[in-house]
């Protein structure tokens, strides 16, 4: 039999967090999986393929990090179980990398101590070998090899190098597992491990006697300062949306025109029909009135990406463990709250490098109020029309600021509130966080992450929001009437019919039928909404900047009740807002919640709870503003 | 300034900011995980900057501890 048609052999990367696993993972399968310079970017196992000098091939493993093998964490429990054979549907590893970094052998040697320990082959990857011999230090791969008795291939993946030594040593027959010379006479004490890697790094890599200020120690000095940090912090965050919110308009207003204009291309070339509407007001009016944001999404990743490649973003976990405290939880839970304002799932996600069980589930619970971008087109319709202006003002970003702050405080009260009802953790959970050393930026990484993450935002649009576009425009549509007014072609259709029937539940919010059955259908996915309501006020993509969407707004603003009062006063616009700063619309969210909390009991709880909670809120700002006589 | 004498054990969170110290015991529920995270006895470690969670230099890694965490670490000065 050849050896390629044999089943392919496991291979498992381990390591400690940040010591460039999953780089090393790219560089051997060239997959694209994301890698940060911020501990605890892989937070579940995955899996590519890799192939020996010789064609044989290999299934890599990319595990979690980890500091040992006594698990703390969710995500180090999965590497725990990856490397013993224990988690279901993954076969045991054949043979072990242990990526280590380089500069700092003293810890991550602990970790592959314990796996060399475990009796399997196993290879040491003595990666950031660039960054080590320039912080001065001398390292002896030789003797290292010799002392362990393992393979050590020195490399520095980021840059591809020691690749192909790395898949040298990967070839059959795999090494034999080393004869773990530290333990004698059976003894496993830590102590001993940690005399043996003394030792050996006295004789292996040598640090030089004076410890040097390096560049990450004056950056910090600056950056983690009591006073400039935070003014740091602060303009750092401020330029980020800042950022997002002007530097899109431009390819915003582009998308916009060319959706316009084929819009109109399509209508020209049609013949008037049920088809042409489908395709110009269902299809191109809804996929459209969504995918015009994609530019604001790829923004808030990129920049989500340069600060964890860049190595800040524990900067600011660290600076914000003191607020998030204030909240009952702690600096780590930083990260997850922050991506959560890109998208919640990312962030359900991170929530696995949270060493505390009940934090966790509080961070998961309050994850979906940080306003995430699915809800700016949302905002930006509605913010605009409460101001009677355009887009594009001072006071417009003063609301933006308002509508994040107000979803950021209500997450941290409840998850104060929640936080004290789960009372405190079995084992005390301290916060202890590595700072990784500033690193050049990643631009290829970043850039497929990016591109990556408005794929799937393009995805969504031709999927979800697509069928609801459809589904929307037949309800909006049929049964049909003999009427040519708007206004009763609209009544007597299904959506009317649906918009009547739930008006009493919505109307003490401030809304009518119409309104309602435009948010009923983003229960799915809340910017549907905005695709909702361009076809329910039955308006056309147009060629020209903006126009699509002020059209919209103008609809809205000429939209009125049957006694003719105008259908949205200030006061109902501030109520459909708060609506949807606090609503939990996104079906895909609850999904993840349900997996990352392990019951559907928790992702349906917080469904309900949310909702309940927006409608609350709505119901409280309308009444309570009309009572004070707005 | 060190807040120790010579030859007095003191915990992380007492020495003084830019010290050079080195580890030589640690007490307490968290030890096994301070050992992972490189906190071994006798490591030498340099204090970076104090507050609601210290930083300091442990084997080249710079790592940010609470003060519970820090009063685990009992530390002696570099001889």
């Known amino acids: ?630 | 300034m060190p807040a120790f004498t010579s030859t007095r054990q003191v915990t992380l969170n007492e020495v003084a900011v830019n010290c050079d110290v080195r580890i030589s015991s640690l007490n307490g529920p968290a030890c096994d995980r301070l050992r992972d995270l490189g906190f071994c006895e006798q490591m030498q470690l340099r204090k970076i900057s104090n507050g609601r969670n210290l930083v300091c230099t442990v084997c080249g890694a710079k790592m940010a501890i609470s003060r519970e965490l820090a009063k685990q670490v009992l530390v002696s000065p570099v001889l």
Not at chain 1, 28 to 34: D, I, S, V, W
Request: charged residues 15%; hydrophobic residues 50%.
């Open chain 1, 1 to 630: 039999m050849s050896a390629a048609s044999e089943a392919p052999s496991t291979v498992a990367l381990i390591g400690n967090p940040n010591s460039g696993k999953t780089t090393l993972f790219n560089a051997l399968t060239g997959a694209n999986q994301r890698v940060g310079n911020y501990a605890g970017v892989t937070v579940e196992l995955k899996t590519g393929e890799t192939f020996t000098p010789h064609g044989r091939k290999l299934l890599v493993l990319d595990l979690p990090g980890c500091y040992s093998l006594r698990a703390n964490s969710p995500d180090e429990k999965i590497a725990l179980d990856a490397v013993t054979g224990k988690l279901p549907g993954t076969a045991a590893p054949d043979l072990i990398v242990c990526v280590v970094d380089a500069s700092n052998l003293e810890r991550h040697l602990q970790l592959a101590l314990q796996v060399i320990e475990l009796g399997l082959p196993c290879v040491l990857a003595l990666n950031m070998v660039d960054v080590a011999e320039k912080s001065g230090l001398r390292l002896d791969p030789a003797k290292l090899s010799e002392e362990l008795g393992i393979p050590v291939v020195p490399m520095q993946a980021s840059a591809g190098k020691g690749i192909i030594e790395l898949k040298q040593a990967l070839r059959h027959p795999f090494p034999p597992p080393s004869s773990v010379t530290w333990l004698k006479n059976g003894d496993d004490s830590e102590e001993t491990r940690r005399n043996f890697i003394a030792d050996l790094c006295t004789l292996a890599a040598r640090r030089p006697d004076a410890q040097s200020r390096t560049f990450s120690d004056k950056l910090d000095s600056l950056l983690l300062h009591p006073v400039f940090g935070w003014i740091a912090l602060i303009a750092v965050m401020f330029t980020v949306f800042w950022a997002i919110f002007s530097f899109a308009s431009v390819p915003m207003d582009l998308i916009d025109a060319a959706l316009g204009s084929f819009g109109g291309w399509v209508e020209g070339m049609m013949p008037e029909g049920d088809f042409r509407s489908l395709l110009v007001d269902g299809v191109i009016a809804g996929v459209g009135g969504v995918l015009v944001f994609l530019p604001q999404i790829i923004l808030l990743f990129l920049f989500i990406g340069l600060l964890e490649s860049s190595g800040y973003m524990a900067r600011a976990a660290f600076l914000m463990d003191g607020v998030m405290a204030k909240a009952g939880l702690s600096g780590k839970a930083f990260l997850p709250l922050f991506s959560s304002y890109a998208c919640a799932i990312p962030g359900v996600m991170a929530t696995r490098t949270i060493d505390s069980a009940k934090e966790r589930l509080v961070t998961i619970f309050v994850a979906p109020w940080m306003s995430c971008s699915a809800r700016l087109p949302v905002y930006f319709l509605i913010v605009p029309l409460l101001l009677h202006e355009n887009e594009g003002s001072w006071k417009q970003a003063l609301i933006l600021f308002g509508i994040y702050a107000l979803g950021t405080a209500t997450a941290f009260i409840v998850a104060r509130v929640l936080r004290g009802r789960l009372g405190p953790d079995k084992s005390p959970n301290h916060f202890l966080l590595e700072l990784p050393p500033y690193r050049r930026l990643q631009w290829s990484y970043i850039f497929r992450h990016v591109i990556d993450r408005a794929w799937s935002f393009v995805k969504k649009a031709g999927t979800i929001i697509l069928g609801l576009s459809i589904l929307l425009w037949a309800l909006a549509t049929y049964p049909k009437t003999d009427s040519k007014d708007p206004g009763e072609i609209l009544a007597h259709s299904a959506m009317g019919r649906i918009g009547a029937f739930i008006e009493p539940a919505v109307k003490p919010l401030g809304f009518d039928g119409r309104t309602g059955t435009a948010i009923l259908t983003s229960f799915a996915a809340r910017e549907v909404v905005v695709s909702s309501l361009a076809i329910i006020f039955s308006v056309e993509e147009t060629d020209d900047d903006e126009e699509t969407r002020s059209l919209l707004r103008d609809r809205i603003a000429a939209a009125t009740w049957p006694d003719g009062r105008p259908l949205f006063s200030p006061l109902s616009l501030i109520s459909l807002l708060v609506f949807f700063i606090y609503a939990l619309q996104c079906l895909p969210t609850t999904a993840v919640v349900a997996r990352e909390a392990g019951s559907w009991k928790w992702a349906i709880g917080q469904f309900l709870f949310m909702s309940g909670f927006a409608y609350a809120a709505s119901l409280l700002v309308f009444q309570g503003g009309r009572l004070l006589g707005f």
